[in-house]
C-alpha cells in the first residue's frame, strides 16, 4: 500500500476538487489554494461561500461523477468510519483520473494484520482502495490535529476544567501546517518520491499539556481531568453522539499507543518547521471566548481521535 508523489515536476494543477471543504482543515485548504489563483471546487452538504461548489457528500457517485468533472486533483477526507460506499467513490476518481491527495492518519500501523481502533483502520482501508485503484494519489498521514482542542469550547465556557477520555501522547499538529503542506502537494513543485508523508508538530503532547498551554494563552489557570471510558462513553451517548462514533472514540482511547513520531516533512513540504501547539492556542485564544457559538468541527480525517 503506497502512493506515489504527485505531479510531476513541472506539472501545474489548475483546478482541485475540495472534499469536506467546510471542516476546520478543509477551509484552510481552500483559502489557501484560492490565495494561489487556483480554480477551486468543493463537494459539501452545505456551498462554501464564494467558492463553486457541488451540494452532496461522497457516499453519492452521482455527485462525486459531477463534482470530480474537469479536476486537476482532488483533496480526499473521508468522514465515516467505514468504507462501504468508499469503493464506489473510488470507482468514479479512476474513472475520472485526476491526481488524489489523501488526508490520513500517523496512527497507521504498516506491518499490522488490523489498525488499533476502527478511525485507524479506516484510513488504512481507504489507502488499500487507493492503492488498487490506478490512481495518481498520495497519502498525507497527519498527526492529531491541534484544532480539535476547539471540542473543548463549551467546556471552558462553563469552567476551568476539560474533562474526557484520556489519549496516548502525540506530536499534536497544527491544521494550518497541514493545510500548507496539502497545497504544496496539489499544486506539484519539485519534491522527492515520498510515500505517504508522515505530518507532524514539534513535540509530543497529551490532553493535559495541551489544555495547560490553551490556558496560558486564555490567562486561565486551565486543568484536564481524566474520565474512565465507560463514564465517558455514557456521557457521550448523553450528548446525543452516534453510538458507533462514541465506541470509536472509546476504543482510540483505550487501544491507541502512544506515539514518539516526531518528523520533518511539513518542512519539506512547505519550506519551514511546523508550529507549536502552543502557538496555535495564541493565535486562537478568541474561539475559546465565553458566550462565543462553538466553531465547527470537520470529519474524521486527518486526526488521530
Not at 170 to 196: K, N
Request: charged fraction near 25%.
Amino acid at each position: 500500500m503506497s502512493g506515489t508523489i504527485l505531479p510531476a515536476v513541472g506539472e501545474r494543477t489548475s483546478s482541485v476538487l475540495v472534499t469536506g471543504a467546510t471542516g476546520n482543515l478543509g477551509r484552510e485548504v481552500v483559502d489557501r489554494l484560492l490565495a494561489r489563483g487556483v480554480r477551486v471546487r468543493c463537494l459539501s452538504r452545505r456551498p462554501l461561500s464564494g467558492v463553486e461548489s457541488v451540494r452532496g457528500d461522497v457516499t453519492d457517485p452521482a455527485v462525486v461523477r459531477s463534482a470530480v468533472a474537469g479536476v486537476d486533483a482532488v483533496l480526499l477526507m473521508w468522514p465515516l468510519l467505514d468504507v462501504a460506499h468508499a469503493h464506489d467513490l473510488v470507482a468514479e476518481l479512476a474513472a475520472a483520473a485526476p491526481r488524489v491527495v489523501y488526508v490520513s492518519s500517523t496512527a497507521i500501523d504498516d506491518e499490522a494484520a488490523r489498525q488499533s481502533d476502527p478511525i485507524v483502520q479506516v484510513h488504512a482501508d481507504v489507502e488499500a482502495l487507493l492503492g488498487d485503484s490506478g490512481l495518481r494519489w498520495v497519502a498525507l498521514r497527519s498527526d492529531t490535529l491541534a484544532s480539535n482542542a476547539r471540542g473543548w469550547a463549551a467546556q471552558l465556557e462553563a469552567g476551568d476544567v476539560v474533562s474526557g477520555p484520556d489519549i496516548a501522547r502525540t506530536a499534536v499538529v497544527d491544521e494550518r501546517d497541514v493545510a500548507d503542506a496539502a497545497a504544496a502537494v496539489l499544486l506539484g513543485g519539485d519534491h522527492e518520491e515520498h510515500a505517504p508523508f508522515l505530518l507532524t508538530g514539534p513535540e509530543i503532547l497529551g490532553r493535559a499539556d495541551q489544555v495547560a498551554l490553551l490556558g496560558a494563552a486564555l490567562g486561565r489557570r486551565l486543568r484536564f481531568e481524566a474520565v474512565p471510558p465507560d463514564l465517558a462513553r455514557s456521557r457521550m451517548l448523553a450528548d446525543g453522539r452516534p453510538e458507533h462514533l462514541v465506541e470509536a472514540l472509546v476504543a482510540a482511547s483505550v487501544h491507541r499507543p502512544e506515539s514518539g513520531l516526531i518528523t520533518d516533512h511539513v518542512e519539506r513540504l512547505t519550506g519551514r518547521p511546523s508550529g507549536t501547539f502552543g502557538r496555535w492556542a495564541v493565535d486562537h485564544a478568541v474561539d475559546f471566548a465565553r458566550n462565543r457559538p462553538r466553531p465547527a468541527t470537520g470529519p474524521i480525517s486527518g486526526a488521530r481521535c
